[in-house]
């Protein structure tokens, strides 16, 4: 029971194209996450949502895009990938209760 | 002043030590603390939340000192698998998850 899953996993793009990460969660929590860790930075958040059909911009929103349709799906978009963007992204859910759980991560590469 | 501050470490430690990692914070409207671990390459993984009277779990003991905003996670006998990165996390706004505010972690290597 993986719980929250996250894919690709692995994903070289170039520069320009549209990238989506998906995540999936199983536990019907109602918050969910995007974040990014970069070297030096560490996690930073994108963007969140409180429930299906309700997300809000994070800490560094530019150049992605969010829904949720369903609650268990939050998909992350970037309309056009950049050098920058290169990062690992980090979805994450959980309950109003503040604990948040973690899926392994997508490493994206934008050459 | 950041508003959560981490020492990066690396804490280097041998096998059986024991170690302990401060983590301060600014706001001190700051509701909730906990300690994630993160592995290399791998995701963050709740370690333990961190309660006003201090909580323990097995080797790990965690404190929160209000006044003087901060909070500490103690590892007692230390084992080799306890080598990754401690995040420290703090929420402003206790219920509303979007508040949680990431330090950027310790580093430590436990040494056979």
């Known amino acids: 029971d993986a719980g929250i899953t996250q894919s690709p996993r692995y994903k070289i793009t170039e520069t320009g194209r549209q990238v989506t990460l998906m995540c999936h969660q199983t536990?019907?929590?109602?918050?969910m996450f995007w974040y990014r860790q970069d070297l030096g930075h560490g996690l930073r958040l994108i963007y969140y949502?409180?429930?299906?059909?309700?997300?809000d911009k994070g800490e560094v929103p530019d150049g992605y895009v969010v829904s949720r349709s369903k609650t268990e799906n939050f998909p992350l978009t970037l309309e056009s990938a950049t050098r920058s963007q290169t990062s690992v992204y980090f979805c994450?859910?959980?309950?109003?209760?503040?604990?948040?759980?973690f899926g392994e991560g997508s490493w994206l590469t934008v050459v | 002043r950041k508003e959560v501050e981490q020492d990066p470490g690396p804490f280097n430690v041998p096998e059986g030590a024991t170690v302990a990692f401060n983590c301060t914070y600014s706001?001190?409207?700051?509701?909730?603390f906990f300690w994630y671990r993160q592995d290399c390459r791998k995701e963050p993984k709740l370690l333990m939340s961190?309660?006003?009277?201090?909580n323990e779990d097995g080797r790990f003991t965690a404190q929160l000192n209000r006044a003087s905003q901060y909070i500490s996670l103690l590892i007692r006998d230390s084992k080799l698998s306890d080598s990754a990165t401690y995040l420290c996390?703090?929420?402003?706004?206790?219920?509303?998850?979007?508040?949680?505010?990431w330090g950027l972690g310790t580093s430590l290597a436990v040494n056979p």
């Open positions: 706001n001190s409207a700051s509701q909730s």
């Open positions: 949502s409180a429930a299906a059909d309700i997300t």
């Open positions: 536990w019907s929590h109602s918050y």
């Open positions: 961190v309660y006003s009277s201090g």
């Open positions: 994450a859910s959980g309950n109003s209760g503040n604990t948040i759980y």
């Open positions: 996390v703090v929420n402003a706004n206790a219920g509303n998850n979007r508040k949680l505010i």
